[in-house]
DNA sequence: GAGTCGTGGCG
DNA sequence: TCGCCAAGACT
């Protein structure tokens, strides 16, 4: 049984490998800085931790700085409109966490006085922040010996372990396995350390195992094939969908926009009218759906994959004069690059605009 | 527990 | 080219 007071020789090893090898990160406080007695800061942690849920490190750094550069800290963006900061977070995908990332921004400011709770549990009570989010800001943050499971980490102890039962099933005994081996002391450079051995070493793929501070005591490697973990459940096949989209821009060089609903899909962004994503009907879509009759021209097919479907919209465009309309309004074309568009809605509307139409692909089969 | 929920880069 | 997946949360 380990002495709780003590640190188990492998998170000596990593830390050690962290002190020589860390990622120098924007929102990070580096080793060196920690042991000169600063502290990271809990709004830069939250609001890159939140941003690099299913996210990579590339595509965070532009929106880390975006965010910081409009709402310095926690009160700023509790007072912001809902409507900047979804456009703000535009084209980083995974909407709900903009729309929490508020919430919680206001829980925090009303509730809490403008200070982040500075425990996992209180940490987990609020929106948007689950069971890695509360570890992770707590360890990094406040220096709360906190159990953080990512997917790097989910890798590193399956493999350091030889874990082979299949995820997600696997999971509470791999967080067993890391919380006896979170050190007391720097449980946070621990967690930081632990994310970027996977990112760096312990990849998915071809992993450096020459150069991991673990390779004595890694059972997969000992065995012959790390490459072979984390075992996971298989997944099941993505089903196409077909959807319509219609791009009209008036003589005032104006296109009609509107707002999705909060729930669901892309839920409070903004989108050129769309028949329903769920529809999944085969064959040709007809300007029919569209919301008005006007001159509808085939522009051709937009591609985009979502996380659990595939969704190929045709898209039409035509001029029209500008109408009242039920839903919607109509938004200069020299001020689209302001509105909360996702990238499939960026998408459709290039080829609207911008491409010709290929008469080998378009709509029907 | 299994579905839902984006996007872009890479081997 | 295309499947895989990157610091998951919520229902």
């Known amino acids: 049984?380990?002495?709780?007071?003590?640190?188990?020789?492998?998170?000596?090893?990593?830390?050690?490998?962290?002190?020589?090898?860390?990622?120098?990160?924007?929102?990070?406080?580096?080793?060196?800085?920690?042991?000169?007695?600063?502290?990271?800061?809990?709004?830069?942690?939250?609001?890159?931790?939140?941003?690099?849920?299913?996210?990579?490190?590339?595509?965070?750094?532009?929106?880390?700085?975006?965010?910081?550069?409009?709402?310095?800290?926690?009160?700023?963006?509790?007072?912001?409109?809902?409507?900047?900061?979804?456009?703000?977070?535009?084209?980083?995908?995974?909407?709900?966490?903009?729309r929490n990332l508020k919430k919680c921004a206001e829980a925090v400011a009303a509730e809490h006085g403008g200070r982040f709770p500075a425990t996992e549990a209180g940490l987990k009570a609020l929106p948007g922040i689950g069971d890695y989010t509360a570890a992770a800001v707590a360890a990094i943050a406040f220096d709360e010996p906190a159990a953080v499971m990512d997917g790097n980490v989910e890798r590193v102890i399956s493999r350091l372990y030889a874990i082979s039962d299949p995820l997600p099933g696997s999971k509470p005994a791999m967080k067993a396995k890391v919380a006896a081996l979170t050190p007391q002391e720097r449980p946070g450079d621990f967690a930081q350390a632990m994310m970027d051995l996977g990112a760096t070493i312990c990849t998915p793929k071809r992993p450096a195992c020459a150069l991991c501070p673990f390779r004595e005591?890694?059972?997969?490697?000992?065995?012959?094939?790390?490459?072979?973990?984390?075992?996971?459940?298989?997944?099941?096949?993505?089903?196409?969908?077909?959807?319509?989209?219609?791009?009209?821009?008036?003589?005032?060089?104006?296109?009609?926009?509107?707002?999705?609903?909060?729930?669901?899909?892309?839920?409070?962004?903004?989108q050129v009218p769309v028949t329903d994503f769920t529809s999944r009907r085969d064959g040709a879509t007809s300007p029919d759906a569209a919301p008005f009759p006007a001159g509808w021209q085939p522009r051709g097919t937009v591609v985009h994959i979502f996380t659990h479907f595939e969704l190929r919209v045709d898209v039409y465009r035509a001029g029209v004069a500008e109408r009242a309309v039920e839903d919607g309004w109509w938004e200069p074309l020299d001020n689209l690059a302001a509105q909360a568009l996702p990238s499939v809605m960026k998408k459709i509307i290039e080829t609207a605009i911008v491409s010709t139409p290929d008469p080998t692909q378009g709509h029907a089969q």
Not at 222 to 236: I, L
């Open 1 to 98: 049984m380990l002495d709780k007071t003590s640190t188990a020789p492998e998170a000596e090893r990593l830390l050690g490998w962290y002190d020589r090898h860390h990622r120098d990160l924007p929102w990070r406080v580096s080793p060196p800085m920690r042991a000169r007695g600063v502290k990271a800061d809990p709004y830069h942690v939250w609001l890159s931790e939140v941003m690099l849920q299913q996210t990579t490190v590339a595509a965070v750094k532009p929106y880390f700085a975006k965010f910081l550069a409009l709402w310095p800290g926690v009160n700023d963006l509790a007072t912001a409109r809902s409507e900047d900061v979804m456009a703000a977070w535009a084209g980083l995908g995974y909407y709900a966490r903009a």
């Open 217 to 270: 005591d890694c059972r997969a490697l000992a065995v012959g094939d790390p490459e072979h973990y984390p075992v996971k459940a298989a997944k099941k096949a993505k089903p196409v969908r077909r959807a319509a989209a219609f791009v009209a821009v008036s003589p005032q060089r104006r296109m009609l926009l509107q707002r999705r609903p909060d729930k669901g899909l892309l839920g409070g962004m903004t």
